[in-house]
């Protein structure tokens, strides 16, 4: 059973965060004790235990690593891509030998680019499905 907290505040909320049963809370506000009866109470305290059943914080948390990874990765993939150029930011004429390891983390930097959308979109529709 979640922990239940009452927040003293006039506006209509409820919440439930965790990311299990055994580590999870439901928050509600004064405001919604004031405003609902009995059974309607009931049903926002029910919506907000399923949230903890489901495993939403959980889930929601994940994606957001997952996410925020994609985006980092190709912020960093641009930053080189800008600044580092083919030569992979030397630039000394006298050294000519080194030019494919830039060549190569430059491309790896467009494809993440390119592909770093197309991720996030798929992740966004995996969670939200469309019906």
């Keep these: 059973m979640p922990d239940v907290y009452i927040i003293d505040d006039p506006?209509?909320?409820?919440?439930?965060?965790?990311?299990?049963?055994?580590?999870?809370?439901?928050?509600?506000?004064?405001?919604?004790?004031?405003k609902l009866n009995r059974d309607e109470l009931q049903g926002v305290i029910g919506h907000e235990i399923s949230h903890i059943k489901?495993?939403?914080?959980?889930?929601?948390?994940?994606?957001?690593?997952?996410?925020?990874?994609?985006?980092?990765?190709?912020?960093?993939?641009?930053?080189?891509?800008?600044?580092?150029g083919i030569s992979g930011g030397r630039r000394n004429s006298r050294d000519s030998g080194g030019g494919g390891a830039g060549a190569i983390i430059v491309v790896l930097a467009l494809l993440l680019a390119i592909l770093a959308p197309i991720f996030c979109a798929i992740d966004y529709f995996a969670i939200f499905p469309q019906t």
Excluded at 11 to 28: C, M, P
């Design 11 to 34: 506006a209509l909320n409820a919440f439930a965060t965790g990311r299990d049963e055994n580590h999870a809370s439901v928050a509600i506000t004064s405001g919604l004790l004031q």
């Design 54 to 84: 489901n495993r939403d914080v959980l889930l929601m948390s994940m994606c957001s690593v997952l996410l925020g990874t994609i985006v980092i990765l190709a912020y960093y993939g641009s930053r080189v891509m800008i600044f580092g």
